[in-house]
């Protein structure tokens, strides 16, 4: 049942710092599968997640380095681009263009340590925090509609959900991050292109773009396993 909200920004903050409870083993592992049915069954969609994170790690990454963001595209066949200004070449450049492909695992990760803790509120207000900042940077109206809709969806769930229901959309989200993470690599290595991000470090670095595609493909199992660990320690353990 949906709670009754009292539109407060002191009430708010209350819901956001609340802890929800954990949900029990069993719901864990169903939502879960529904992560995984979600993967396989609705890849699009949830691409469109994966992209959007994909692209916030990257302008993350190049304003945390120096770089100066020009601005972030949505596109309606899944794909995602962000522009920075700064040195072509260099540490900066190279942590910017790392930072895609691994960013969706890396959120998943960090976003199972808060689960664990029992804030899942306080988990999607991130959320809807990261993409109220993209809105500034967005360059195009489908990524517009695509973080309205991501705003409209996560905020309903932070003013509306009762805690458990916050808690179940936290750990779906949750759960689709890790395991969409290492599918676009994959995708990657099926399909190599010099224009991908794997294409461009080869480019200035000199290393090259299979040894990149690896690199990210370690690095989503990685966070996979240990978010599995955390969320659902009994099935490592």
Do not use: K
Not at 2 to 25: I, K
């Amino acid at each position: 049942m949906l709670s009754s909200v009292n539109f407060s920004w002191s009430a708010l903050l209350d819901r956001v710092l609340a802890t929800q409870p954990v949900p029990e083993p069993v719901t864990v592992a169903i939502l879960g599968v529904l992560a995984l049915a979600l993967v396989v069954l609705a890849w699009p969609a949830t691409r469109m997640l994966i992209t959007t994170v994909h692209e916030a790690g990257h302008a993350v990454v190049a304003l945390f380095t120096g770089r100066q963001l020009s601005g972030i595209r949505l596109h309606s066949d899944t794909s995602g681009l962000t522009v920075s200004r700064g040195r072509p070449r260099g540490a900066g450049m190279v942590a910017t263009l790392l930072a895609g492909y691994l960013a969706p695992a890396l959120v998943g990760l960090g976003a199972s340590a808060l689960l664990a803790a029992g804030r899942a509120a306080l988990l999607l207000a991130l959320l809807v925090a990261a993409f109220s900042l993209m809105l500034v940077m967005i360059r195009n109206l489908f990524g517009l509609l695509v973080l309205i809709v991501g705003l409209a969806a996560v905020g309903g769930a932070v003013w509306f959900l009762e805690p458990v229901q916050q808690s179940w959309v936290a750990y779906l989200v949750t759960w689709t991050l890790l395991l969409a993470a290492p599918r676009p690599v994959l995708e990657l290595w099926q399909r190599p292109s010099p224009t991908s991000d794997a294409g461009q470090l080869a480019r200035i670095s000199w290393v090259p773009a299979r040894v990149w595609t690896t690199v990210f493909l370690l690095g989503t199992i990685v966070c996979l396993v240990a978010g599995l660990g955390v969320l659902a320690p009994g099935v490592l353990g």
